[in-house]
């Protein structure tokens, strides 16, 4: 489950900025706390998660990580008042 990670607990003075420009891609681990300033365009940021699951570790787990994840985020969606959620 998604957790927000309480700022008091990171230390931001061991943060690094990053300035980015468009086209740019950063790229960090799943456990890497990261933020953004607020998206003030009238256009959606882009984003490509990319994992990786060994065999050993249950193989190629994109179907069910995607069925997981739509109802889970269906679940946030509705606790804004945003119902009919749907994905291709």
């Known amino acids: 489950m998604y957790h ?3 700022l008091e607990l990171v230390d931001l003075s061991t943060g690094v900025k990053l300035g980015l420009n468009v086209g740019d891609i950063a790229i960090f681990g799943a456990f890497t706390p990261h933020r953004s300033a ?4 009238d256009r959606p940021r882009r984003q ?3 994992s990786y699951t060994a065999d050993a ?4 787990l994109r179907d069910k990580h995607y069925a997981y994840f739509h109802e889970w985020l269906k ?3 509705a606790e804004h ?6 994905f291709k």
Not at 57 to 60: E, L, N, R, T
Not at 81 to 86: D, N, Q, Y
């Open 4 to 6: 927000d990670l309480p």
């Open 38 to 41: 607020p998206n003030r365009t």
């Open 48 to 50: 490509l998660y990319l």
């Open 57 to 60: 570790d249950g193989g190629d």
């Open 75 to 77: 679940e946030r969606y």
């Open 81 to 86: 008042g945003k119902h009919g959620v749907w």
